[in-house]
């Protein structure tokens, strides 16, 4: 499966982007689907899943009630919609792909990653 994000750039603290992953290649009901980020000096973290299949979704803590996980069986593509940006969502953000037995938050269950997309919050 082979993933490609989109949608990030430069935007004012307040302001609201919508990430964008096509998904191609496999019958995607048998993948999970998850977006991570990672900020200059951090690790990659946990923002959100999803199961294809079914539209169960999950969140990270941190992100509840501000960030929205949701996919476009149509159009093969999951979205993260993000509210009330702040400085520190700052980062490069990817999209992921695990096998559909698999439904984890760690970055080290997912098989397939995309490229990622910046997101750049300034103050």
């Known amino acids: 499966v082979q993933l490609q994000a989109s949608g990030g750039g430069l935007v004012r603290a307040g302001d609201s982007l919508r990430l964008s992953c096509v998904v191609s290649?496999?019958?995607?009901?048998?993948?999970?689907m998850g977006w991570f980020r990672q900020a200059p000096g951090k690790e990659r973290e946990f923002i959100s899943r999803?199961?294809?299949?079914?539209?169960?979704?999950s969140y990270a803590n941190s992100w509840k009630g501000r960030f929205t996980i949701s996919r476009d069986g149509a159009r093969n593509t999951l979205y993260l919609q993000m509210n009330s940006l702040k400085p520190e969502d700052t980062a490069v953000y990817y999209c992921?792909?695990?096998?559909?037995?698999?439904?984890?938050?760690?970055?080290?269950?997912?098989?397939?990653w995309g490229p990622g997309t910046q997101v750049t919050v300034s103050s």
């Open positions: 992921a792909a695990s096998r559909a037995e698999v439904f984890s938050v760690s970055a080290g269950n997912y098989d397939h």
């Open positions: 290649g496999r019958t995607l009901s048998r993948y999970n």
């Open positions: 999803t199961r294809w299949s079914s539209g169960f979704t």
